[in-house]
Structure formats: C-alpha cells, structure tokens
Antibody, heavy 121, light 109 residues
C-alpha cells in the first residue's frame, strides 16, 4: 500500500536546525511531489512547501523562504525537510504528504504519521 | 488571494445532514480538497477534485462548489464523523502554492 513513514521526534534549542525525513513506499516516487505541512499545538494546518520528486523543483511558502530547504533522494525514495534558525513558534507536528496536482486541482494523499519538533531552551 | 475561510465550529444531530463551507477567491479557479483530522492523528483525505472520494471513505461524504465557496456535506452524520475538517486548494495568485482553511470543528450531538 502507498505509505509515507517519517523520522522520530526531535527536541532542538532556539537557533538550531532540524531535518525531518519521509520515506515513501508503494508507488513510483518520482511520479509525484511531496508537500510538507505543519501544525502548531492546538492550531490548524499550515502548508510549508512542495518539492517535485521528479526533478527537485521546489516551491516554498513565502513566510519560510530562506529558512527551509526541501530535498529528495530518489535512490531511497526519501524526502527531507530542513528548517533552520529555529524559534519557539516552530514547535509543531510536521507532516509530509504525497502531493497530486493537475490543471484545476491538488490534493494530499497519503500523509505521513507526523514528526513532533519541539524548540525549547 | 491566499486565504480560505471556514467557520470555526459546526454541530449536527446524530443522523442529520451537515454542510461545512470554505470560502476564498482561489476556489473560483481551483477545486477544493477536504481532510478529516481526529485528535492525535494525521489528516485523512475525504474529498478531492470535483466530488471524488478515496477508497474507504463512506458515501455519506460529498463535495460541491459554487463561485468562491466549496462545501463538504455529510448526509446522515455518525458519531465517528466528529473531527476537525480542513479545506485546501491551490493559491490563485499564480505561484502554484497551496493554502489551507483554518479548519472547522464538527461536533455530533
């Protein structure tokens, strides 16, 4: 079955970086993109950005430009999201999701199980 | 515009029909997709495209769209439908970014 499995929880100090992985299985990795979405405690979903697993093209949310980098390793069907200069308000559950899009639509399916990143001194 | 607006909370009596709405300029150009999220779990896709349900999603879930408003309808709501629901679409500003609504907490009474 199509599945995304993420790396484990992280605790980081303010100013540090975190890199979360997302391993895909059950489909041709390079045929789809991966979006990253985060959810702060008690808050809604926030789209962070997208990467094409075909050619590595990226599209980041404006508020995270300069702090986030998304990459893929096609040899292991794994996507990565690195967030730098962490602040306390980056504390959130980070999700990867397979991103399907076309002319008038996009959707995310499936989602990874989520990775809790806690930023605390 | 890069905003999608949802009512924060909606309630429905068990077995009745409820509509959850999502408003935004981008919905004039793009279909919404809808996600169900239960506490402590990852979101799950329930509606995508014009009105499509992934395998395993009950047919009591349906989607529709008119103008700048997309709707998720649950016909005959069940206790297990109590959850947060989020809409999503492409950003209509031409940069192909994605955007989520703020979410609607559905309570089944």
């Amino acid at each position: 079955q199509v599945q995304l499995v993420q790396s484990g929880a992280e605790v980081k100090k303010p100013g540090a970086s975190v890199k979360v992985s997302c391993k895909a299985s059950g489909y041709t990795f390079t045929s789809y993109g991966i979006s990253w979405v985060r959810q702060a405690p008690g808050q809604g979903l926030e789209w962070m950005g997208w990467i094409s697993a075909y050619n590595g093209n990226t599209n980041y949310a404006q508020k995270l430009q300069g702090r986030v980098t998304m990459t893929t390793d096609t040899s292991t069907s794994t996507a990565y999201m690195e967030l730098r200069s962490l602040r306390s308000d980056d504390t959130a559950v980070y999700y990867c999701a397979r991103d399907v899009f076309g002319g008038e639509y996009n959707w995310f399916d499936p989602w990874g199980q989520g990775t809790l990143v806690t930023v605390s001194s | 515009s890069s905003e999608l607006t949802q009512d924060p909370a909606v309630s429905v009596a068990l077995g009745q029909t409820v509509r959850i709405t999502c408003q935004g300029d981008s919905l004039r150009s793009y279909y919404a997709s809808w996600y169900q999220q239960k506490p402590g779990q990852a979101p799950v896709l329930v509606i995508y495209g014009k009105n499509n349900r992934p395998s395993g999603i009950p047919d009591r879930f349906s989607g529709s769209s008119s103008g700048n408003t997309a709707s998720l309808t649950i016909t005959g709501a069940q206790a297990e439908d109590e959850a947060d629901y989020y809409c999503n679409s492409r950003d209509s500003s031409g940069n192909h970014r994605r955007v989520f609504g703020g979410g609607t907490k559905l309570t089944v009474l």
